[in-house]
């Protein structure tokens, strides 16, 4: 569906999109969590774009300590976009996956470690064969510690890389718009389905 879009748009450019949102209107296909904008207590929220979400969102769910995940779109411009939309490069979003997690069970730092290890974050406007804006990388952050942690995460790992420099966007979460019902956990819904995830087979170096 990628129109090919490498450059981000301006306001002006951007489509106007809608008022109305995407509302899921079933629960997680795995875990049978209902997909709303609602967090409960205890838990906290990490958003993050590696490229195609299918793939991402099912590494997430499967990690024990992760409440619930979702995909949409976030980091752009274009209130209330469709999937339509985010692949002509005209809405400035990356398809991303919000991770609902319990920090006594799962922490920030094992959450980002997964990030870095298994998607290539050095390819700018894409993953792979996945070519445009929506595919960039991306962490979206809910806190001031988030954030630095995920800073913090960028340099360690870019050290790892040497000379394969890092273009990961990393910003305080805007607001995330819930994708279609069908890219919810479409790969537990299609087994067999495209998964683009692949890392740079670097590990993160180990906090000192």
């Not at 301006?10 to 209902?34: D, F, K, Y």
């Not at 274009?78 to 991303?96: A, F, I, K, L």
């Not at 290890?117 to 001031?144: C, F, L, V, W």
């Amino acid at each position: 569906m990628s129109s090919v879009k490498p450059i981000l748009p301006t306001e002006s450019q951007a489509l106007i999109g809608r008022a109305t949102p995407i509302v899921p209107s079933l629960p997680h296909a795995v875990n049978g969590t209902q997909l709303n904008d609602d967090i409960p207590p205890g838990m906290e929220v990490l958003t993050i774009g590696m490229g195609c979400f299918w793939g991402a969102e099912r590494l997430f769910w499967q990690q024990a300590g992760v409440y619930s995940t979702a995909v949409g779109y976030s980091g752009g411009l274009t209130p209330n976009p469709t999937y339509q939309e985010v692949c002509t490069g005209r809405t400035g979003h990356s398809e991303v996956v919000r991770v609902i997690f319990n920090p006594q069970q799962i922490c920030l730092e094992t959450l980002l470690t997964l990030f870095w290890e298994k998607h290539d974050p050095t390819q700018g406007m894409r993953q792979g064969n996945d070519i445009g804006t929506q595919y960039r990388s991306a962490i979206y952050t809910y806190s001031e510690k988030q954030h630095q942690e995920a800073l913090a995460s960028k340099t360690r790992y870019q050290q790892a890389l040497a000379d394969a420099l890092i273009t990961t966007e990393i910003e305080p979460a805007a607001t995330f718009y819930f994708a279609e019902d069908y890219h919810q956990q479409y790969l537990a819904k299609n087994p067999g389905g495209y998964c683009g995830l692949g890392g740079t087979g670097i590990c993160m170096p180990p906090q000192k």
